[in-house]
């Protein structure tokens, strides 16, 4: 990911096993969306702060001005990753996001979005986590999933270039295939019809657009951009094996085109 990251002219801040940190706008995140393809998601960071509580994670989330972020008839989703000694379970920690979101919408505006599990729109992400001399969380908006969701496609190929695109050479081969991913992978890659027509690939729906200020252009030029980088080649063969005969059978499902 360091790779692909910094060859799209990136600066990484931090980096870390799981992934990187950088500095960047809205913007950004649209065009890392779009051009990352060992990223499971790129999230935009809103807030760090030090909390030591439910009531202290509540009043901070409270004072961010969440009105200028989420629109007042919109809807919003809160997901977490917390590990904390006051915190039993992460759905309460949810639950006190959500109400800091809603009870600051009702005191600025008079009126609320709508909240609920559905992550198809804006979806705010808590980060919680007790350190060695500190609690420390952050609190991050989902700026939209990047389209491989498998953390098997991180794997390092010859195709990583050096454009920051993941172009696979004329001959790919894994050869542990479970239910194709990787190979999947390669091969959509190649595909032009794959590559631009709504799929999972370059999706229809990010959590961006749901954003206050998303601006479409900015992400039609980089749909723009991504197609003229596309290269055909017609004589690509890409293999995949696995000693599961059942994971063989869905490879073959998963590869059929889809509408």
């Known amino acids: 990911m360091q790779q ?11 980096a870390f096993q799981t992934g990187v940190e950088l500095n960047g706008t809205l913007a950004d995140c649209i065009r890392l969306n779009l051009s990352l393809c060992s990223a499971s998601q790129v999230l935009y960071s809103l807030k760090a702060f030090t909390c030591n509580s439910p009531q202290q994670l509540y009043d901070t ?130 595909q032009p019809c794959w590559r631009l027509t709504g799929n999972r690939l370059i999706q229809n729906n990010y959590g961006f657009m749901h954003i206050l200020g998303y601006d479409e252009s900015i992400f039609e030029d980089a749909k723009t951009k991504l197609k003229e980088q596309i290269i055909e080649l017609p004589s690509l063969k890409v293999i995949a094996t696995d000693i599961s005969q059942d994971a063989v059978n869905i490879s073959k499902i998963n590869a059929e085109p889809r509408a």
Not at 4 to 14: P, Q, R
Not at 102 to 127: Q, Y
């Open 4 to 14: 692909e990251v910094t060859a799209l002219g990136f600066k990484i801040k931090k």
């Open 61 to 190: 989330v409270a004072q961010v001005q969440w009105e200028t972020i989420i629109a007042k008839d919109g809807y919003f989703s809160v997901t977490s990753t917390v590990e904390h000694p006051t915190i039993n379970t992460p759905l309460f920690a949810n639950v006190k996001v959500k109400d800091a979101i809603v009870d600051r919408f009702r005191e600025k505006t008079g009126e609320r979005p709508n909240s609920g599990p559905n992550l198809e729109s804006t979806v705010v992400h808590l980060f919680w986590r007790m350190t060695l001399r500190r609690s420390s969380r952050h609190l991050r908006r989902n700026a939209g999933k990047a389209w491989l969701q498998k953390n098997s496609g991180s794997r390092s190929y010859d195709g990583i270039t050096g454009n920051g695109r993941c172009l696979p050479p004329d001959g790919t081969a894994d050869p542990h295939s479970s239910t194709r991913c990787v190979a999947h992978q390669q091969s959509l890659l190649k």
